[in-house]
């Protein structure tokens, strides 16, 4: 059974910083896109960031140049590294992971973390 699990949030002021974790583990073949998704109350959720087993990235334009997405493969683990925080990134933020399983290595699934609350003080 694969499972995510997230950790690095909390509670921070305007300006400040934080680096979410999430390490995937379990009966794991190949890791592909790995992302981080946020939901804030009243809203939908939304992509933050992805990066693909080649490296490349993608943000959405809300945190582009304060933001940073990178992943340990080695690890089997993503990373958020997020600066200049403001009270509007204020949301539960979900790991995202596509990956094979050993067990079905032909099949690609999305699995999800439990979320981890991130709350920016104004």
């Known amino acids: 059974q694969v499972q995510l699990v997230e950790t690095g949030g909390g509670l921070v002021q305007a300006g400040g910083s934080l680096r979410l974790s999430c390490a995937a583990s379990g009966s794991i073949f190949s890791i592909n896109r790995m992302g981080w998704y946020r939901q804030a109350p009243g809203k939908q959720r939304e992509l933050v960031a992805a990066?693909?087993?080649?490296?490349?990235?993608t943000y959405a334009d809300s945190v582009k140049g304060r933001f940073t997405i990178s992943r340990d493969n080695a690890k089997n683990t993503v990373y958020l590294q997020m600066n200049s925080l403001k009270p509007e990134d204020t949301a539960v933020y979900y790991c995202n992971t596509n990956l094979k399983e050993r067990t079905a290595a032909w099949i690609a699934r999305d699995y999800w973390g439990q979320g981890t609350q991130v709350t920016v003080s104004s």
């Open positions: 990066i693909t087993s080649g490296g490349s990235t």
